[in-house]
């Protein structure tokens, strides 16, 4: 088995920015390349190169030894290439099958065969070991299913190369060893896949190769047996880390109760939560997906209202029933899906970062004063670090790691007592993971109380001061992070029943 795909020399400019300067890959039959790099060095754009969407400005690709000009995604299909895009991208009133087949329906007499769609997708569905029905509308499924039909879509037309854009970030523990699965059955018939993500337990589990990727230059590919995440990690970012995770040497910064839900009740939703929260402590919540651990931060900000229980600030009973007035009580919450609930996409940077706050840029005639949401802005991009020619860019044009720092910023400005972040992390690099995670340390050393949901047991683990394992929509136990470890945590997760202990202290 041979090298099937050469990028050379591929240059990429956008306006104000050289997105990819003379980048180099390779890819052998039969193989999966890691593709790393940290956010914004331009591993999704060289893909979206590959599979049609842009078109390069300089270097050439050469697909089974010949030079190849891929017009479109149409064209990139038909040379045997498809796609898993970071970001979904099903149409969410057409049907799985539907969007699984699109433009490439079964057809009889003339017109969309549903019957045999249907049929194909069941068998494609088995096959792969989905268990999702075909006649279901994609809105109507969870954001991990909706993942898996991404999957099974760009599995369809039998590709000799998939691209993975990380994959797994929606998926649960489950899905993610199907989706392993999956891709150990596409090595076996001599497929090769390409593989972005930021987890390195899966770098290291599953590919034979990774390619470097900084500042849209390339750096180096290696063999994944023959390096290790900390030369990895060196590689991506320019530098050594000694440490993944900043220390943070206190657990409060007071003895006063700041936050304190008692008996939180909503029915499917979140079941007798009680728990509470101290200025300059992070809380973990923990729990597989689907176990309610999002669902109990959206009752206390007020999404997802409860049906009995109270909320105390500061010892005095509050009315927290909506968004708006969870911002006037200065909580703020930065949501798991960064796209859809945490950024207005098609706006500029300037304008997601003034959002949750217009009152500060309001004249007396409540109207937007531009001046001051250009120096609000400004100040946020750099004290946040935030990579983007200007604040006037549009925020689907950024990497992922610096839309969520633009999430961020937009909380920061309404000055929170209290911060919930749902998988603050998720889909970004390992460098912009340690600038948030400092920024979390230096919010808490001013006494800001913080709740962090987290998938990732080592990141909830390293940067929590009390952790509540979450299950069934419930709290099941508390437990001291420097105290237990995954397999501990994981037991209580697969318990049949638990007695939940006692959390208010």
Same mark, same amino acid.
């Given at each position: 088995m041979g090298t099937i795909l050469e990028m050379k020399e591929i240059k990429k400019v956008f306006p104000g920015v050289v997105a990819l300067d003379g980048v180099n890959i390779s890819l052998d039959q039969g193989k999966v390349l890691a593709l790393l790099g940290e956010?914004?060095?331009? #591993?999704?754009t060289l893909m979206k190169?590959?599979?049609g969407s842009y078109v390069p400005d300089g270097g050439h690709i050469e697909l089974f030894g010949q030079k190849v000009n891929i017009r479109n995604v149409v064209h990139a299909r038909e040379l045997g290439i498809s796609i898993i895009y970071q970001e979904l991208s099903l149409s969410p009133n057409m049907t799985?099958?539907?969007? $699984?087949?699109?433009? &490439?329906? /079964? =057809?009889? %007499?003339?017109? $969309?065969? +549903?019957?045999e769609m249907?049929?194909?997708? #069941?068998?494609?569905? +088995?096959?792969? +070991?989905?268990?999702?029905? /075909?006649s279901a509308l994609v809105r109507d499924l969870s954001i991990s299913n909706q993942q898996m039909v991404e999957i099974a879509k760009a599995v369809s037309s039998n590709p000799k190369i998939i691209i993975m854009d990380e994959p797994t970030s929606a998926l649960s523990s489950k899905e993610t060893r199907t989706l392993f699965n999956i891709i150990t059955r596409l090595k076996s018939q001599g497929n090769s896949v390409i593989y972005i993500s930021h987890r390195m337990e899966e770098i290291f589990e599953i590919t034979d190769t990774v390619s470097v990727l900084r500042d849209g230059k390339y750096i180096g590919t290696v063999k994944t047996k023959d390096t290790s995440p900390d030369d990895l990690i060196?590689?991506? =970012?320019?530098?050594?880390? @000694?440490? =993944? &995770?900043? /220390?943070k @040497? %206190?657990?409060?910064?007071? +003895?006063? $109760? *700041? *936050?304190?839900i008692r008996d939180y009740h909503r029915k499917g939703s979140y079941h007798n939560i009680s728990f509470s929260l101290r200025p300059g402590e992070i809380l973990g919540l923990y729990g597989l997906m689907g176990s309610g651990r999002t669902e109990i931060v959206q009752g206390i900000f007020g999404m997802l209202k409860r049906e009995r229980g109270d909320l105390f600030l500061h010892g005095k009973k509050v009315k927290v029933n909506t968004p708006l007035q969870a911002i006037e009580k200065r909580i703020a919450f930065v949501t798991e899906d960064r796209k859809h609930e945490g950024l207005v996409l098609t706006s500029s940077v300037y304008e997601n970062i003034t959002l949750a706050n217009l009152d500060k840029v309001l004249n007396k005639l409540r109207l937007i004063k531009h001046d001051k949401e250009v120096n609000i802005s400004n100040r946020h991009v750099d004290a946040l670090k935030i990579k983007t020619p200007s604040i006037y860019q549009t925020v689907n044009k950024l990497s992922g790691g610096n839309q969520q720092k633009i999430v961020l910023s937009k909380w920061f400005e309404i000055e929170p007592e209290i911060l919930i972040l749902d998988e603050p992390t998720r889909g970004i690099d390992v460098g912009a993971k340690f600038e948030i995670y400092k920024?979390? $340390?230096?919010l808490a050393s001013k006494g800001v109380g913080i709740i962090l949901i987290s998938s990732e047991l080592p990141e909830i683990l390293h940067m929590s001061d009390r952790l509540l394992v979450i299950k069934d929509h419930e709290v099941t136990v508390e437990l001291d992070p420097k105290q237990t470890t995954q397999e501990e945590i994981m037991s209580y997760i697969t318990k049949t029943k638990s007695k939940q202990t006692d959390i208010t202290s």
């Open positions: 956010n914004g060095a331009g #591993k999704s190169i590959l599979s799985v099958a539907e969007n $699984i087949w699109a433009l &490439y329906e /079964p =057809v009889k %007499f003339g017109l $969309i065969n +549903d019957a249907n049929r194909k997708t #069941k068998e494609l569905l +088995d096959e792969l +070991d989905i268990h999702i029905s /075909p060196t590689m991506m =970012v320019g530098r050594n880390m @000694d440490e =993944v &995770y900043p /220390p @040497d %206190f657990k409060r910064t007071s +003895d006063e $109760i *700041l *936050l304190e920024l979390m $340390i230096e």
